[in-house]
């Protein structure tokens, strides 16, 4: 079984009294009967951090560790790899990386870990180790395309364009109907600036997946970047049309709709966006510019605020 340190699961405040040392080494106790381990291991922490040499949360934390090992052991592979997918699927990509990394010690030939722990680094920014593991698998399993896809997306992260756009291309190879592959290999050629390029590779991603709604985003920005205003819209109300959700998309269109001039419309779009997503930072910046264009000093000021 694999544990994760949450913060949410941490204690407030971390400071303890004497007094309410014994509650919370019963709290930690009941949490453990429940099989609560993050939540348990967070007590005997914060007790341990107020009064070190405490000797049941001492033991206590003990225990869970020779808790974990022994479940670690008891547990199929497949099962383990499942677990990692979970913590995956919540973003967790600390947690996997570091059960991954001792995994693929432990089970150097299941490629399923190697994959795994190859997704959690490049999520981490840990691009090195990423195409390590991305490397691992293919000798394991040369026949994957989605490693290679992956794998093209962290070379085009590390600024290396002609090795990416290599392994989008073995990925097609693969399988031609990758559609995901097309569209990173989009991303990686307009980063090259070669729009001609990215707009062939997103219009046939689409063509195999007509309800791709980032290669509707991904084409209208370079279409934006060609001057291209009308058709880069049209691209973004396609994506909007499928993911009224896609708050990048409004932001997007936007941008577009402030260099067409106009202003009120992309203000609508901009707010569109902040509403489905509140913290959108570049939204507030681009809106910020848009009013700035308009005169409206002080509200272009509250928006950079």
Known sequence: MLYLLNSSNILRPVFLIKHSVEQTLRKATSHVKNDEIVEAKNLYQVILKNFPKNLRAQEGLAKLKETKQNNNLQNS???IFYQLIYHYKKKEFAVVFNEAKTLTTKFPKMFTFWNILGASAQKLGKLDEAIDAYHKVILLRPDLAEVYSNMGVALKDQGKFDDAIEAHQKAID???????????????YKNQCKFDDAIKAYKKALSLKPDYTESYNNLGVVLKEQGKLGEAIEAYKKAISLNFYFAEAYNNMGVALQDQGKFDEAIETYQKALALKPDYAEAYSNMGNTLLDQGKLDQAIENYK
């Open 77 to 79: 592979p497949e099962q």
């Open 174 to 188: 693969l399988n031609p109907n990758y559609a995901e592959a097309y569209n990173n290999m989009g991303n990686t």
